[in-house]
Nanobody, 121 residues
Framework: QVQVVESGGGLVQAGGSLRLSCVVS????????MGWYRQAPGKQRELVAV???????NYTDSVKGRFTISRDNAKNTVYLQMNSLKPEDTAAYYC???????????????WGQGTQVTVSS
């Protein structure tokens, strides 16, 4: 059993900041990539940022320079620091992790339940 739990969403004014957290727990051998996706009403889910196990990062163009993804491997946690938020950042944000549950096991994707971020103008 693996649990992926996000927290940190909320309502913020444009220009403000929020920090999302995602904790992974359960029967885990190794966590590989950890990432954040978002989905706005009526739109497809999109990748926001991803961080590899050796901390290489990638961001979608619209958040570069404003969002920072980081991870704490000792705590099985990934963070998304969001600064200079804009109304178009409003969405449900989902944590995604790729992990192995066992040595030599396959890599599988796990998702959190999502946390809502609303940015008012």
């Amino acid at each position: 059993q693996v649990q992926v739990v996000e927290s940190g969403g909320g309502l913020v004014q444009a220009g403000g900041s929020l920090r999302l957290s995602c904790v992974v727990s359960g029967n885990i051998y190794r966590i590989h990539d950890m990432g954040w996706y978002r989905q706005a009403p009526g739109k497809q889910r999109e990748l926001v940022a991803v961080i590899s196990s050796d901390s290489n990062t990638n961001y979608t163009d619209s958040v570069k320079g404003r969002f920072t993804i980081s991870r704490d491997n000792a705590k099985n946690t990934v963070y998304l620091q969001m600064n200079s938020l804009k109304p178009e950042d409003t969405a449900a944000y989902y944590c995604n992790v790729q992990l192995q549950r066992y040595y030599m096991g396959v890599r599988n994707d796990y998702w959190g339940q999502g946390t809502q971020v609303t940015v008012s103008s």
